[in-house]
């Protein structure tokens, strides 16, 4: 059984999907009828740059979006089989969504373009801070970040992306006594991550509030293939379900490990990533190694994928 699945923010580079579209329209289709609700030309940023452009989270959200929407698009278009259930790594939900026949895609485009500007300016540059841990287990890093806050800071997990590795986020202070304690406590390695704010975490509430109102009046509709949310390893089916665990995503942890073994326990053999980039395909052999592991970004990843799926 399949499963496609879309990753979020800091998979995107500039050239992405250049080569998928030599060969199929619908990419650089898809690419216009976001450029239309943006108002400038995401194509030619996302091939041109520079590179501090794409970087932008508000122009980063708009552009992973649409990368996986145009991958899902071109699947459909080369025969590929239809998968048993979908999710999506943060912003990716919003792909997943989509591509489900849940949410229009002009409408997420307009959202995410929002999300990043009110999750930019949740907290001023410099207040907040993330860290990838890697080598300790969940249990531990929790803990970590509990001493570490204090009373008046915040550091919590943000993502849970494999059985090893961790993302933490919240105060920078908080964040580097975190660090500074889990390198001490037997971490393989923390790195400090180039991000312009602390995502998944208490102080983005402020953009979840500011956000609610447009997902509220989002056209949203039952999907027609399963969606596994990040929020509560879900498939909801109900949108006014669908829409709570949107807004909650905003401040809550990514719970990438528990999305992928209830995609194992649904009977899921094959997980194919469409977009750029292999994170979330590198990530899946580290959670359920059985799982056959899959990307398509380029032709000959695609070809690759049809082939083993035929």
């Given at each position: 059984m399949l499963a496609l699945v879309f990753p979020g923010q800091g998979s995107q580079s500039v050239g992405m999907l250049a080569q998928l579209a030599l060969e199929f329209s619908e990419v650089e289709q898809t690419f216009a009828e976001a450029s239309a609700v943006l108002g400038y030309d995401l194509w030619q940023v996302i091939?041109?740059?520079?590179?501090?452009?794409?970087?932008?989270?508000?122009?980063?959200?708009?552009?992973?979006?649409?990368?996986?929407?145009?991958?899902w698009r071109v699947w459909q278009a080369a025969g590929g089989p239809t998968p048993m259930v979908m999710a999506g790594h943060s912003l990716g939900e919003y792909s997943a969504l989509v591509c489900a026949g849940?949410?229009?895609?002009?409408?997420?485009?307009?959202?995410?373009?929002?999300?990043?500007?009110?999750m930019q300016q949740a907290v001023p540059v410099g207040v907040g801070a993330m860290a990838a841990v890697l080598g300790l287990e969940r249990a531990a890093v929790e803990r970590i970040c509990a001493d570490a806050a204090g009373s008046q800071q915040t550091?919590?997990?943000?993502?849970?992306?494999?059985?090893?590795?961790?993302v933490i986020a919240g105060h920078a202070d908080a964040v580097a006594r975190a660090s500074a304690a889990a390198q001490a406590s037997g971490a393989k390695?923390?790195?400090?991550?180039?991000?312009?704010?602390?995502?998944?975490c208490a102080l983005m509430r402020p953009a979840a509030e500011r956000l609610a109102p447009a997902i509220v009046a989002t056209s949203l509709s039952e999907p027609g293939i399963q969606?596994?949310?990040?929020?509560?390893?879900?498939?909801?089916?109900e949108p006014d379900a669908i829409r709570d665990a949107l807004v909650?995503?905003?401040?809550?942890?990514?719970?990438?490990?528990?999305?992928?073994?209830?995609?194992?326990?649904?009977?899921?053999?094959h997980m194919v990533e469409c977009g750029p980039g292999q994170v979330l395909a590198g990530l899946t052999k580290r959670i359920h190694s059985e799982l056959d592991s899959l990307s398509v970004q380029d032709p000959p990843s695609l070809r690759q994928a049809l082939a083993e799926l035929s």
């Open positions: 091939q041109n740059g520079p590179d501090s452009e794409l970087q932008l989270t508000t122009i980063t959200q708009p552009a992973m979006l649409s990368a996986g929407v145009a991958v849940a949410l229009p895609f002009a409408q997420a485009v307009q959202l995410v373009r929002q999300r990043g500007e009110y550091v919590a997990v943000a993502n849970y992306n494999a059985p090893l590795q961790s390695r923390v790195i400090a991550l180039p991000v312009s704010a602390p995502f998944h969606v596994i949310n990040n929020v509560d390893v879900e498939a909801a089916t909650r995503q905003i401040y809550s942890p990514v719970r990438w490990v528990e999305t992928v073994q209830a995609m194992a326990a649904r009977g899921v053999t």
